[in-house]
């Protein structure tokens, strides 16, 4: 089977890394078409994975947009989508990763009879999407053979927003958790290479975003004992330098300048996570799926996340890791409290959330059953 992958990114978001792992298997059958240059392709180039960038113009709408935008975005994409159908004659399916990928893998799919798969990565609610870009979802994903929801929370987001429930499929993101076994040496040095190896090391691994609550982690940090230190590691991916901004007057405003440290967008997720004592998710909006939760697990670090969306599927609080209300620093600083005390509890929390997780999102399973949809087209 040959696929021709859309997707808006040029920036490695979690999506992107997801779509590094669903495209590998057809590497030698497949391209990935992106809206954007940028760092992603030079990944998918790594991985082996054919690419192509098919345009550089960017597209305006957001995330917010409103209708008449919407629609006159729709026409500047005119050249875009000529080409996406040009090259989509020569592949067998059209499989968008990304809202945009799907506003033009939509029609892309009526221009070419090609059929369309929609990779659902985002909960379609009021507070991720405007209702007119909920809207234009539904109705172009309503034409595709399948959706693949990477959560339950993103599924009944869909089908409240008016998607048919009878197309989606879901599928977690898959991870290899080869990728996650980290040497002891190898750990302590990178924590001395930190110069926090005497400390009780919170990681948060996002990109800078205010929905991804970053700020909640530093109110928590606030009322911890000096021992306990914030790695914040990620960047503002997609042009959020005022929440950067405010990051910064807030910590200086504490006078936490000592104990947060930010690491930028980094490669070595999985020995930075192992070099944690903990890792905190505290997302303030429902998250759809959460890799970086999933990623702690594997890393056999304990972690904390916002109870909302996918992440109540992913964690059960007290047995593989723990849940705290979203947007509450209060409670998030009695969890980092009680791993400090109860060491060995979370030690055990951490070791099951290792073994299940393993199991649970192994990338080969994850593939077979990704596989197994696409082939029932
Ligand atoms: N990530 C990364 N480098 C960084 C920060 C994050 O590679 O500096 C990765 C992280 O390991 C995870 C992904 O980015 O795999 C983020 O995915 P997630 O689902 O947690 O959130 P998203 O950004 O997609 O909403
Ligand atoms: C999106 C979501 C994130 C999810 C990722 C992979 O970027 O924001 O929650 O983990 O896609 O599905």
Redesign the pocket.
């Known amino acids: 089977m040959k696929i021709l992958f859309l997707d808006q990114s040029g920036k490695p978001?979690?999506?992107e890394?997801?779509l590094i792992d669903i495209a590998k298997p057809y590497q030698n059958n497949c391209l990935v078409g992106l809206f954007a240059d940028g760092s992603f392709k030079d990944l998918l180039e790594k991985n082996q994975i054919p690419v192509e960038v098919l345009t550089n113009q960017k597209i305006q709408v957001k995330k917010e947009s409103s209708l008449t935008q919407g629609l006159a975005s729709i026409t500047q994409l005119a050249p875009l989508i000529t080409k996406v159908v040009k090259i989509a004659r020569n592949y067998d399916l059209i499989y968008a990763n990304t809202q945009k990928a799907l506003v033009v893998g939509a029609i892309a799919s009526f221009l070419s009879g090609r059929p369309l798969v929609f990779?659902l990565?985002?909960i379609l609610s009021p507070e991720h999407f405007s209702q007119t870009n909920r809207r234009i979802a539904v109705t172009l994903a309503n034409r595709a053979k399948l959706v693949i929801a990477?959560?339950q929370a993103s599924k009944k987001a869909f089908i409240e927003a008016g998607g048919k429930a009878e197309l989606v499929k879901i599928v977690y993101?898959g991870f290899d958790p080869q990728n996650y076994l980290n040497q002891e040496s190898q750990i302590k040095q990178l924590r001395q290479k930190l110069e926090l190896d005497d400390k009780f090391i919170v990681g948060h691994f996002s990109r800078l975003a205010p929905w991804k609550g970053q700020h909640i982690l530093i109110e928590a940090l606030a009322k911890c004992p000096p021992e306990v230190v914030v790695i914040l590691v990620g960047d503002a991916l997609f042009g959020e330098q005022d929440y950067v901004k405010q990051l910064h007057q807030q910590i200086d405003e504490l006078q936490l300048q000592n104990r947060v440290k930010f690491l930028g967008f980094r490669h070595d997720i999985p020995q930075l996570m192992a070099a944690c004592d903990l890792v905190a998710h505290t997302s303030t909006a429902p998250?759809?799926?959460?890799?970086?939760i999933v990623e702690a697990m594997l890393s056999g670090t304990p972690v904390v996340a916002a109870a909302s969306?996918?992440a109540i599927e992913l964690v059960q609080s007290g047995i593989n890791g723990f849940l705290s209300t979203p947007g509450n620093p209060q409670e998030l600083t009695k969890v980092i409290n009680s791993c400090i005390q109860d060491k060995q509890k979370t030690a055990a929390i951490a070791e099951t959330a290792r073994n299940t997780a393993s199991q649970r999102f192994n990338v080969a399973n994850i593939n077979q059953q990704i596989a197994q949809l696409l082939q029932k087209l």
């Not at 998250?287 to 970086?292: A, L």
């Open positions: 978001g979690g999506a890394l997801c990779h990565h985002d990477n959560s993101n998250e759809p799926f959460g890799r970086v969306g996918g």
